[in-house]
């Protein structure tokens, strides 16, 4: 309100001023019910603020989404009218309008950038219309604009793992990020990858925006001491040994961000050793591996246990977790019943949270039955049509209690191994030329070994 209108307002006579008091305190009614001011403000998907001499302080280089929730009784289609003005200069207003707002659900409009002059300070203000009727405003809320990104990239060092050489794992990473002389920076955002995710805000039921501290997340930010100052992260790495990059950049009080300040280091290996009881294990057998840390990992941050991934080579893996004695020292039993071996995967798990990089042990295994037959030999002529031949099965590996077979990509056939684990079968060729049988073996404990494809001629 300009001076002039203040005056007015003074000299109106007291009998209108009670009407208009009287207008002021009940809310305003139209055909479609009741209208009052909107609810649940925000500006930039940020809360309102209103406190004058805490403002939110948002980048408005694209505009500025303002919105909040019509005030209405009624079920009708209403309009959600925004005015925004500098603190400095009251007269200098922008309105925008939603039109056709639910009653219910927050009713965005855009102030466009061209109405903002970055670093002032603006207020905002909402009001209901319904028809030719109008609720009274919102509480103003306080938005200053702050169009420009951090000058300076931070600074970003490390006391205990230096980027020269190779650095002995199992500490976590201590980092001093700096806001690099720029006064307005109040926090940083980090990340492992070199990419930082975009800082959101989720929408909830009727469009009311969830706005959550990203500071909260203490995974990719850290607030400053103060503004313009400085903090300390300690960390344990995404993996155990290599080349690491760890990336930081600075956020001010609009989450505008600086150019990424990138730091190098290199963390030799902590990998454990996999050791099992005996050195070439047969297949089938229930072996014991021996788990033991790294010395220099041990000394820094005992072991607490391992993790051991199991890949029967056959597309089937399984992962067993297994606690550390005292000593760093664990024990795994685990069958070696992969169709063509086993790769076993282990990393260590520090107290302080420390995870190495996998030490790794496998073994190969052929479990193919061999085959044999007098009249039709292997990659070789013999017999001829309606000549039967006899074809005997071997195992290789595993305690074998059946085979599955088929001739020339017919119906499988399942045999019974003998004591001695072999089996005989005999088949009829109906014609001359190229023919070729498969055939795998099946273990007393379930296990399917790998085929064998077995390829002779007719003649």
């Known amino acids: 309100m300009s001076p002039g209108a203040r005056l007015r307002a003074v000299l109106t006579p007291l009998s209108v001023l009670g009407l208009a008091l009287a207008a002021l305190a009940s809310p305003a009614s139209a055909a479609g019910g009741t209208v009052t001011a909107p609810t649940q403000l925000f500006n930039g ?3 309102c603020s209103a406190d004058a001499d805490r403002p939110t302080h948002l980048n408005t280089r694209d505009g500025l989404v303002v919105m909040g929730i019509p005030g209405t009784t009624g079920d009708s289609r209403v309009t959600v009218r ?38 002032l300070t603006y207020a905002w203000q909402a009001q ?28 970003l060092s490390s006391p205990n793992y230096p980027p020269d050489g190779w650095n002995q794992g ?16 109040t926090g940083f955002q980090f990340s492992w990858t070199q990419d930082f995710p975009v800082i959101g805000t989720e929408i909830g039921d009727h469009g009311i925006p969830r706005p959550v501290d990203p500071y909260a997340d203490t995974t990719q930010f850290k607030r400053a001491d103060a503004p313009g100052g400085s903090a300390t992260l300690s960390l344990v790495p995404p ?40 050195p070439s294990p047969e297949f089938g057998e229930r072996t014991v591996f021996t788990l033991r840390p790294d010395a220099a990992l041990q000394s820094t941050s005992p072991v607490v246990g391992y993790s051991v991934r199991i890949d029967d080579r056959r597309g089937g893996t399984e992962t067993v977790d297994v606690a ?17 071996g086993t790769f076993l995967e282990v990393t260590s798990r520090s107290a302080n949270g420390w995870v190495s990089d996998a030490a790794s042990w496998q073994i190969n295994y052929d479990t193919k039955p061999t085959v044999t037959s007098d009249t039709y030999p292997e990659n070789r002529s013999g017999g001829g049509a309606g000549v039967p031949g006899t074809f005997t099965f071997a195992p290789k590996a595993g305690d074998v209690v059946s085979y599955t077979y088929s001739f020339d990509g017919g119906p499988e056939t399942t045999v019974a191994a003998g004591a001695d684990g072999t089996a005989s079968v005999e088949w009829t060729p109906d014609s001359d030329g190229f023919h070729y049988l498969t055939v795998h073996a099946t273990t007393r404990s379930g296990v399917q070994l790998a085929q064998m494809d077995y390829y002779f001629t007719v003649s």
């Open 82 to 119: 925004y005015r925004i003005w500098p603190v400095t200069d009251p007269a200098q207003v922008t309105t925008v309008s939603r039109e056709r707002a639910l009653p219910g659900s927050e009713a965005p409009a855009t102030v466009p950038a061209a109405a903002f002059t970055d670093g």
């Open 170 to 185: 199992g500490e976590p990473v201590t980092f001093t990020m700096d806001a690099n002389g720029v006064e307005d920076v």
């Open 239 to 278: 993996r155990g040994s290599g080349v690491m990059t760890f990336s930081v950049r600075s956020l001010d009080r609009a989450l505008n961000s600086s150019a990424a300040t990138h730091y190098m280091f290199r963390i030799g290996s902590t990998a454990p050793t996999v050791t099992p009881a005996v």
């Open 324 to 340: 550390a004695e005292e000593d760093g020292t664990a024990q795994v039993e685990i069958a070696l019943d992969g169709m063509y």
């Open 128 to 155: 209901t219309v319904a028809g030719d009727t109008a609720s009274e405003r919102s509480a103003p809320c306080y938005v200053t604009v702050d169009n420009t990104r951090p000058a300076n990239a931070p600074t």
């Open 45 to 47: 998907y940020r809360h």
